[in-house]
């Protein structure tokens, strides 16, 4: 079966760096991604690793631990405009390309 | 990054009647679509996979007779709520893969919140 996990809601405050964590079991495993939804929008991209390490992109960063079944997504700088829910998805394949996504990070960020 | 446009934005229904949502990709062909269900404060839950000229695949516990899905080209696919009910009051969201730099992105319609009175 499939499973992703995040914690529920984090809180941190503005200019600090936060660290959402996302553990994953799955089967047929070809990348994980990371998105940033704020409330009544769809998601949108931020980052993406397929392989083993660090993916960088301004403030924001994602590792990749394939053999630990763990990612995380870094925000650093942390802004107020930040404040919204972090999904961490897995691409599977079981035939064709399947997306499957965590229940979410609810991050708020404080002034 | 693709665009994907999703119509209509907010549907209020009456119950028993059929809704069609529209999700097109706009700039790029899309052999595969997938449509999402959202309830409040919770994450995505993927119903069914929409691939170009066949058959939609639904996950487990998606009723296809009640969540009908067309695909009938490249950048259109089609999701209907027949005889919506109370408890199909959800967001819907759309989405296509695009291929790219560093690999194949998901990306999103703005989504449908249906409420169904």
């Known amino acids: 079966g499939q499973n992703i996990d995040q914690p529920t809601e984090m809180t941190a405050t503005e200019g600090a760096i936060v660290q959402i964590n996302c553990t994953y079991q799955t089967s047929g495993f070809n990348g994980l991604f990371w998105y940033q939804q704020h409330a009544g929008e769809a998601p949108t991209f931020l980052s993406y690793n397929v392989l083993d390490g660090l993916e960088e992109k301004g403030r924001f960063s994602s590792f990749l631990s394939r053999s630990k079944g763990y990612s995380y997504l870094l925000l650093k700088e942390l802004q107020m405009k930040d404040s919204a829910s972090y999904l961490c998805?897995?691409?599977?394949?079981?035939?064709?390309?399947?997306?499957?996504f965590g229940t979410g990070t609810r991050l708020k960020v404080l002034a | 990054g693709a665009v994907v446009s999703q119509h209509p934005s907010r549907v209020i229904c009456k119950s028993g009647t059929s809704v069609k949502i529209e999700c097109r990709s706009l700039?790029?062909?899309?052999?595969?679509m997938f449509w999402y269900r959202q309830f409040p404060k919770q994450s995505l839950m993927l119903m069914a996979t929409s691939n170009e000229g066949s058959k939609a695949t639904y996950e487990q516990g998606v009723e296809k007779d009640k969540f009908l899905i067309n695909h009938a080209s490249l950048t259109l696919s089609t999701l209907t709520v027949t005889s919506a009910h109370p408890e199909d009051s959800s967001f819907y969201i759309c989405?296509?893969?695009?291929?790219?730099?560093?690999?194949?992105?998901?990306?999103f319609g703005s989504g449908t919140q249906l409420s169904v009175l």
């Open positions: 700039d790029f062909q899309a052999t595969t």
């Open positions: 989405s296509a893969s695009q291929p790219g730099e560093g690999g194949e992105k998901l990306f």
């Open positions: 998805a897995v691409r599977a394949i079981s035939g064709t390309y399947k997306y499957i």
